[in-house]
């Protein structure tokens, strides 16, 4: 999965879609891809995943991985809320609602 992202890293695609940063972490079976990106308007997000090296890397992925829940039809749904922020240089943490 990494030679995957790392391939697609190296196009024009994050710019597409306003990645400016990506980790991808494994605990046991489950994979986490954390992705931050930059204020993107949403019809332009939409017409990404129909790029074809949207579509390839989507495919090539898809060998390995499935959505977590099966009720998952598009990136969006898998989209965490964040519900705790603190940082070192920062007095003030943030506390919120998970989804």
Avoid: K
């Amino acid at each position: 999965m990494a030679q995957i992202f790392a391939e697609s890293d190296a196009t024009e695609l994050p710019a597409l879609t306003g990645v400016r940063h990506r980790s991808l972490y494994c605990l046991h079976d489950l994979c986490v891809h954390l992705i931050e990106t930059a204020d993107v308007d949403a019809d332009a997000l939409a017409g990404a995943r129909n790029n074809p090296l949207y579509r390839e890397v989507n495919e090539r992925l898809s060998a390995h991985t499935s959505p977590y829940l099966p009720t998952w039809h598009s990136p969006r749904d898998a989209i965490a809320g964040c519900f705790y922020t603190w940082d070192a240089d920062s007095s003030v943490t943030a506390i919120g609602t998970a989804r």
